[in-house]
């Protein structure tokens, strides 16, 4: 007779029927491809007359009086930064709660980043966090609109304006939310716009910088290439090119025609696209309030945001911890996403001084991202709401 051995019995694993639900998509369509394609056509294809353009109709959807197109968004911190006069031996009053690059900004031009805590609510700098973070030798502070959330720019200014500071606003974001009545960012001395993919309006990399100073982006419009005296358009235009000269050590920072030809189209989009993301976020809002334990960010009292990054804090009373939560979604299919990062906590900066930083690490640590993209369905919005309900039932 010989032995057996006992195998358990494999139970064949169901196949997910649902996709799995992103985060984030951009919405784009056929009059994007349409307008690449004319782009093309026209056989200009680098910084030219559709930059030109962009930078005309963005300047007036924000009601700012002057709009540079660049690369990204780092590259018009870098910008604003440098025609502000800031440079080696400045301090610079940054969030921690941010993405790394508004860290990393003051660094290009030899200035120290130092942290400052953020409101409880917006997640956004104020007077008071600033305060405790200015020394004698704060210059400027970049005071972010944290995922599309406005700042209230006018108070923070009313603080530094008569120290001197100049206050540049991180506005990554803030495409489509308003602050007083107005678009975010268009009472700022000096702005930063991202258009990533991850942004409500996309050029897939590219951004801008806003300023109410002519002489600021007169500079800033010669440093973005290469700091010459006459512009690659302007060359062109002439059939005799002039000869060009560079006055100051300047950078390749330039956006193309193919980047702000989609820019165009996006811009056109643009109230569309906050408007659905309002409701999806009001939608979310409902629900989570019969939820114990979750808290929605929400508009502040001086502004409405265009819920870039809809983002919920998971609380003392709520039956799991962040990290549960999250994997709880996963289980559905839905990719969320951890909320913003602490900076001073990354190695590249985790050897600065800062003040305590109480709220910055307790946000960064208990916040999630939910799914929120202007195609987003009923059926898609429903799982998101069913897996929630499911996680504090559990």
């Known amino acids: 007779m010989t032995d057996t051995v006992q195998h358990p019995v494999q139970h064949p694993v169901e196949p997910r029927t649902e996709p799995v639900l992103h985060v984030m998509q951009p919405w784009l369509g056929e009059e994007e491809v349409a307008a690449v394609a004319e782009v093309i056509r026209s056989g200009w294809v680098a910084q030219g007359p559709r930059v030109a353009a962009f930078e005309a109709a963005f300047a007036e959807s924000q009601q700012a009086a002057h709009a540079v197109a660049v690369s990204n968004c780092t590259t018009a911190l870098h910008l604003a930064l440098v025609v502000a006069g800031i440079g080696a031996g400045d301090e610079v009053v940054v969030p921690s709660f941010s993405f790394v690059a508004t860290a990393n900004a003051p660094t290009y031009v030899g200035a120290v980043p130092v942290f400052a805590d953020v409101d409880p609510a917006t997640g956004n700098v104020t007077p008071a966090t600033i305060a405790a973070a200015v020394t004698a030798r704060t210059r400027a502070v970049i005071a972010v609109d ?12 009313a603080w530094c304006d008569p120290l001197g500071i100049t206050v540049i606003e991180d506005a990554a974001c803030a495409a489509g939310s308003t602050a007083h009545g107005r678009p975010a960012g268009s009472e700022a001395e000096i702005a930063a716009w991202s258009f990533h993919p991850r942004k409500v309006l996309t050029t897939g990399e590219g951004g801008m910088l806003t300023t109410s100073r002519a002489d600021w982006a007169e500079r800033a419009r010669r440093l973005r290439e290469h700091a010459m005296s006459s512009s690659a358009a302007e060359r062109h235009a002439s ?28 811009l056109s989009r643009l109230p569309a696209m906050v408007a659905r993301r309002r409701e999806l976020a009001a939608r979310y809002a409902d629900v989570v309030a ?17 819920f870039q990054s809809c983002w919920l804090e ?3 009373d709520h ?17 969320a996403r951890r909320g913003i990062m602490a900076a001073h906590r990354q ?6 001084d800062h003040v305590p930083l109480p709220v910055t690490e307790r946000l960064t640590d208990r ?3 939910l799914p929120l993209f202007h195609q987003m369905t009923e059926s898609e919005l429903t799982r998101v709401c069913d897996a929630l309900g499911a996680a504090w039932r559990a």
């Not at 059939?239 to 193309?256: C, D, H, K, Q, W």
Request: no cysteine; hydrophobic share 45%.
């Open 290 to 306: 019969e939820l114990p334990g979750l808290r929605l960010v929400a508009d502040p009292a001086w502004g409405t945001s265009n």
């Open 146 to 157: 944290q995922g599309g959330m406005p700042l209230d720019l006018r108070a923070i200014r």
């Open 239 to 266: 059939v005799l090119a002039p000869p060009e000269s560079y006055s100051e050590i300047g950078f390749n920072f330039r956006m193309t025609d193919i980047q702000a030809a989609v820019g165009l189209v996006q």
């Open 367 to 369: 916040t999630v991202i």
């Open 319 to 335: 039956p799991m911890d962040r990290e549960e939560l999250m994997a709880h979604l996963a289980g559905a299919g839905i990719s």
């Open 314 to 316: 998971v609380l003392d």
């Open 347 to 352: 190695p590249a900066h985790a050897h600065r």
